[in-house]
């Protein structure tokens, strides 16, 4: 005697809560009672939390299901940064078009990033996306120093519609609908043909040319997804910053990146916020609290505070594991999927 | 152009090649005795030679000799000890983002304990002029004796860890763990001396590179350069480190005598690009390399 439920009922006839959806809406709705857990004091380490994470998520396309590791994702964010901020102070463009003209200009990028990506694979791939970002770093600095005499590009304010975003609640309600976009997205992605030609490609790309994968375009179109989607946060994070400066673009923040897709689960939807707030999110609460505890003679210690506590923690959650964070995870999420199951079965009985 | 000019890019290639050669030499001996690709090379190097003005201020250069060599093996020990070991049968890019956050903790650390400012290393006839042309090239006793020194040491362990006993355990080690320790190597022991000797080299570099210009923690980019250096030559090919550190060397010395310092870095990895556009595996790598 089955009772209706709110979870769909499959085409056997039998109750089935759709378990896949379970871990999104567990990350979604935990998003939305953050402002109200922690108020609003905080917000501004859960919007760096997302920022992070949305590069991330765009990283995790050709990181996550592809298994190629980019370490010029910060240089893509300072493109899209780049961009933004030129075509703010010349032309007052605001932050939609912006974000979308960075989008199609990192797209252009990361066609010339899936060139070595096409004949390179894993420490190769990696070093010679490491020596595309001082290439393009190098190049941003140039271009400061003849557009704007070395000093940053300076954003006017955004405003989405007419409604500004001002206080960084706004911006918290604008990073969490581009996750969930974001989340969404790379779910279709990931069951589309590409992101399978993807995961063959990862898991053995000669045994998928061999099916028929067309693997030199699946490159191709991953790359420029992920660099669109990169250089695209990259325009949004300079307007929420108000700058955008060469000097932030550093090696230590594409590795920052690559940690957390890796620490959150590899080709886990879900998986570039976890991480994010794991390894990014956890020491900017210590050190906040630190700061509260010992005060403003911390000083310049508090970066090298923070920098000591990310690259523990991921030391820490690669250690704990074979499958590290996701795989502990998924255990106890399987343990109570059973759980759930078995109650639901004694009670239709 | 004046002659001078071409004599101090050689000089300056000497100096950066034998530089190379050293940070190489420590990542392909990691590399091949564990598999793990050690990013953290370079802060590794960057918390030696920080040991070294500690100890060279407070006990004089002989104990800071000795204090740094056994300060370097320890702690390439412990890393290996500590993390990498556990690490241990994980596919090889995850250990390569382990010593990729290695890298930022230990460079943090370092901030922390001994600060970021800048130190120098004043090591007695430091600026002892051995040759000179005016407004082009200075060479000092230091320069000569630090580059000779860089290839001594690069050439001694190329020997030790290729054609010795040593080297035949470490190749053993990295090919098959398993039926090595069942031959009765000491598995653990030969991979921790690998370890060690590798944060030894990067540290005789960093000290080299601290003597003759300044130690503050921008130096790490110069162990980053390396890797470069390290792919040209082929990764697991121990000879192939000189020819692409004199390659590297040579780039980056002609693009800072014309184009400036911040030109050189860039074109060092411009010509990583490049080569590995055409060779994937580098000049000298076998191509039977499997899931680097």
Redesign the interface.
Known sequence: MAQSSAFDSAPGGRMRPSLEWGPYIAVLATMAAIPFLFGTTSIRTFNLVLLMGLTAQGLNIIMGMG?M?SVASAALLGIGGFLAGHLSETMGVGIVTSTLLSAALGMGVGVLLA??GL??????F???T???H??IV?VL?IVQNDMRKGSPFSLAPASIAGIGLDTPLDWYVLFCVLSAVLLIATQMIRTSSLGRALIAIRDDQDAAEIAGVNTVRAKFIAFTISSGVIAAVGAILAFYQMTASWEGIT??LA??F??IV?VGGMGFSYGPILGAFLVVGIPDFIVRALDGVIGPQLG??I??????L???L??YF??IG?DGVPGALRKGYKAMARFWRRMSASRSS | MTSGLWIQILVQTLIYTSMYALFGLGYVLIYRASRV?NFAIAEMGLFCVLLFTTCYASFGLGWAVVLTTAGSLGLGAALYLG?FS??V??E???Q???S??????????C??IWG?GIRHIDVPGKSDTLFQIPQAVTLTVTDVVLVVMGFAVWAILSWATTMSRLGVYMRATAENPLLAAQQGLPVTLIICTAWGVGALVSAVASISYGIRLQVDPSMILLG?VA??AA?LGG?DSVFGKLPGAIILGAAQATATAFLGS??G??VA??V??LV??VL??GLFGSKQVR??
């Open positions: 298994g590791v060139l070595p004949r390179l694979k894993h420490l190769y990696a070093t010679a490491m020596a595309m001082f290439i190098f600095q090696l230590e590795i920052q690559v940690a890796i310049s210690q970066f090298l505070i923070k920098n000591t990310f690259g523990l991921v030391i690669m250690t074979p | 690709f993390i556990r690490l049968g994980q090889e890019w995850s390569m983002i382990v990729f956050a290695l890298s930022i903790a230990l460079l943090a650390i901030g922390l970021t980053l890797v470069p792919l990764l911040a030109a870095d860039v990895f411009a990583l690009l590995l556009l994937p595996h899931r680097v």
